[in-house]
């Protein structure tokens, strides 16, 4: 059974880096058959894809255009988990942000993480 | 972008039979998931691929993808059933994930 666990800080200061970590057990970050997401939780956004890393002989990593001159998504596959960056944050990336598995072909997510729920205030 | 567009609310009543669609731009040529989210509870799938249930998924909950829309259906609705329910389906063009607005079902 694939379990997903999220860590990192609820509160972030405007400008600076959000960070979060998801420790995968039950499969691996190199896993050819799954992509490894972020997605965020907002009343204003709804569910948001904010992109994925997977492994296909080498490593890719693709993101969401809302955020992608902002964002860094990398495994590490020492600790079999992957991480999302997201910088020079504002109010309006406050949200609830979720790890998931993708899965190929048609890319359903599941599991997904417990969801963190990230401030961005001063 | 790719858009797909849910009610924002459904009402029915226990044992009655509950309808929730999905309406996208040639969604019958998607393959479409959906997942079920509780309060204070991460998203969890309960069809994918327009109408595969994962294990531990009740029959009671079926999918179909047809045209410009996708249906979630749930018979003999239980209170036990109200959720937000979200499609979602992934996007070539883009290369990305598209999820719906999310339909409030609401047990009377």
Redesign the interface.
Known sequence: QVQLQQSGPGLVKPSQTLSLTCAISGDSVSSSRATWTWIRQSPSRGLEWLGRTYYRSRWYSEYASSVKSRIVIKPDTSKNHFSLQLNSVTPEDTAVYYCARGIITTYRFDPWGQGTLVTVSS | ?YVLTQPPSVSVAPGHTARITCGGDSIGSK?V?W?HQKPG?????VV??DHDR?SGIPDRLSGSNSGNTATLTITRVEAGDEADY?C?V?DNG??????G??TKLTVL
């Open positions: 972008s393959s998931h997942y509870q991460a998203p969890v799938l994918y691929d994962p979200f979602q992934w883009s290369e990305h994930g598209v999820f607005g999310g």
